[in-house]
């Protein structure tokens, strides 16, 4: 098994930057693709940024050139740095690891991703 705990996260008004973390412990080996994803209005997870151990690294449309994700292999742990933040980003954000998937849009529907914080509050105020 592995467990997930983010830090960060917050308040912040439009424009400004927030740091999300994630610490990975347990069974590291069990990893192939480590990342984050925010709960949609409708409950869904949307993917917004995730590495996995082999393969590029992955962002959802709406942060492209907005967030950036960083990833220690050996540590464990993940890292989301939010610039230009919008109110549009208020949401709840999941740190979220597994053994990853192969092809098309499979983390876009976190699927091999088994492990999942409890999630940390984001919010952007304009």
């Known amino acids: 098994q592995v467990q997930l705990v983010e830090s960060g996260g917050g308040s912040v008004q439009a424009g400004g930057s927030l740091r999300l973390s994630c610490a990975a412990s347990g069974n590291l080996y069990l990893i192939n693709a480590m990342g984050w994803y925010r709960q949609t209005p409708g409950n869904q997870r949307e993917l917004v940024a995730l590495?996995?151990?082999?393969?590029?690294?992955r962002y959802g449309d709406s942060v492209k050139g907005r967030f950036t994700i960083s990833r220690d292999f050996a540590k464990g742990t993940v890292s989301l740095e939010m610039n230009n933040l919008k109110p549009e980003d208020t949401r709840i954000y999941f740190c979220?690891?597994?053994?990853?998937?192969?092809?098309?849009?499979?983390?876009?529907?976190?699927?091999?991703?088994?492990?999942w914080g409890k999630g940390t509050l984001v919010t952007v105020s304009a």
């Open positions: 979220a690891a597994g053994r990853g998937c192969i092809g098309g849009d499979c983390y876009e529907r976190s699927i091999g991703m088994e492990y």
């Open positions: 590495i996995p151990n082999v393969g590029s690294t």
